[in-house]
């Protein structure tokens, strides 16, 4: 554990560590923070998935798409030097624009939405990069599950590899005011709770937000 902590802050004092950006240059080795872990929740989407494909806003043979504001969201896999990983498995799953589960247990009274897919699996090429194109989630209240207080907007991730290196985490948005009384956000580190917030750039060709999540597994 100390060996960690010191190796961290000799990274942070070289300027190493500043979210996944390098002083190094491209393609070369740095050291990152691995990205922090968060509860998985009750959500996962049970099987068998009527689609788990990497665009949650279209469902084959429906006329609409989901409803809600359309964003990617993109990133790269690596471990903590940054080295890319590929063929790593990459689940999403979330909430619709109204803030409810694909899931039959969810006891939120909110809309389900039938055109989202609410779930997503992708693998990572060859340079660790994966992508989807889903909605953004609305954010929920937790008095269904007979708590009090609200979550965020998240995007809750599972990532795997063949070497069996894991990591379940949750991906928020810049800027939501409910991020500074979630809990689930709050487990994480307060020096780290940065890394798992995301800030839209417009994709050059479409204008869609593109959410950049980068993980980095220990
Ligand atoms: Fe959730």
């Known amino acids: 554990m100390m060996k960690k902590i010191s190796r961290r802050m000799l990274a942070k004092q070289l300027g190493l560590i500043t979210g996944t950006a390098s002083i190094l240059g491209p393609g070369a080795a740095q050291a990152l923070v691995a990205t922090p872990e968060q509860v998985e929740g009750p959500f996962y989407p049970p099987e068998p998935h009527v689609e788990n ?22 990133g790269r896999v690596t ?9 790593v498995r990459v689940d999403i799953w979330q909430a619709n624009h109204w803030g409810r589960y694909t899931h039959p247990e969810d006891p ?10 609410g779930i997503g699996i992708a693998r990572t090429d060859e340079n660790g990069r994966y992508g989807f194109k889903t909605i953004k989630p609305a954010a929920y209240p937790l008095s269904a599950l007979g708590d009090s207080g609200w979550r965020a907007r998240h995007i809750h991730f599972k990532v795997a590899d063949a070497a069996g290196r894991k990591l379940i985490t949750q991906m928020y948005f810049e800027g ?3 991020l500074k009384d979630d809990l689930a956000f709050k487990a994480a580190p307060a020096e780290e709770r940065h890394l798992l ?12 937000p593109v959410h950049r999540f980068d993980i980095s597994l220990a």
């Not at 009274?109 to 897919?117: E, M």
């Not at 917030?197 to 869609?208: F, L, S």
Request: negative net charge; proline residues 11%; hydrophobic residues 40%.
């Open 108 to 117: 939120n009274t909110a809309p389900l939405d039938p055109n989202f897919q």
């Open 176 to 178: 939501d005011p409910l």
């Open 197 to 208: 917030v995301t800030v839209p750039e417009a994709d050059p060709e479409t204008g869609i």
């Open 53 to 74: 494909d990497v665009d949650l806003t279209v469902l084959a043979g429906h006329e609409e798409p989901a409803a809600g504001e359309i964003i990617y969201v993109r």
């Open 79 to 87: 471990d903590t030097r940054g080295n890319a990983l590929a063929n």
